[in-house]
T-cell receptor, first 117, second 114 residues
């Protein structure tokens, strides 16, 4: 257990429905990341927050995707009008800006597995 | 665009064997490189992080090396155990500015047979 939690762990939905995932980072971590991982691939970066500010978004994040991090604590990732191609594991990670080798280490949560029927 | 390649894609070894996993990246302008372990259906566990100025890091039976100029890293696992069976991923973070996103390889699926 890395200390990063995600909810739900599994989500099955029908095409066209909206879904929302939540990530709770390690409490003192000011940076939060979302990645997506499909079967047999490594994770791909989606977006990144420093405190409550969303500083970067990947081109993978279409208009149907939105992420928030109110108050710089937990984060939510919403997918509207889901498509079968959205089926993947959605991973959240957090890190703390600091000195030394551990300061930049990203700690990952267990992921949310989304299946779109 | 950074590309990360891991070889081999899968590896099966008998218990007790020492083994090496390889990772290569196309752009040597990296800030650090991280090795992760992923069990089936689970999230990622960070194993080792090597800063660009470092040559290697060690943790227990694991040793990771980095040759930034040639774009290569290796993860050495000594005296492998069945519990080491998992997918091992390497990821690089680019240098410069506030770019914190990691670029991952596809991973090496390791099976250690009792």
């Amino acid at each position: 257990d890395t200390g990063v939690s995600q909810d739900p762990r599994h989500k099955i939905t029908k095409r066209g429905q909206n879904v929302t995932f939540r990530c709770d980072p390690i409490s003192e971590h000011n940076r939060l990341y979302w990645y997506r991982q499909t079967l047999g691939q490594g994770p791909e970066f989606l977006t990144y927050f420093q405190n409550e500010a969303q500083l970067e978004k990947s081109r993978l994040l279409s208009d149907r995707f939105s992420a928030e991090r109110p108050k710089g604590s937990f984060s939510t990732l919403e997918i509207q009008r889901t498509e079968q191609g959205d089926s993947a594991m959605y991973l959240c990670a957090s890190s703390l800006r600091g000195v030394g080798t551990r300061g930049d280490t990203q700690y990952f949560g267990p992921g949310t597995r989304l299946t779109v029927l | 665009k950074q590309e990360v390649t891991q070889i081999p894609a899968a590896l099966s070894v008998p218990e007790g064997e020492n083994l090496v996993l390889n990772c290569s990246f196309t752009d040597s302008a990296i800030y650090n490189l991280q090795w992760f372990r992923q069990d089936p259906g689970k999230g990622l566990t960070s194993l080792l992080l090597i800063q660009s100025s470092q040559r290697e890091q060690t943790s227990g039976r694991l040793n990771a090396s980095l040759d930034k100029s040639s774009g290569r890293s290796t993860l050495y696992i000594a005296a492998s155990q069945p519990g080491d069976s998992a997918t091992y991923l390497c990821a690089v973070r680019p240098s410069g500015g506030s770019n914190y996103k990691l670029t991952f390889g596809k991973g090496t699926l390791l099976t250690v047979n009792p």
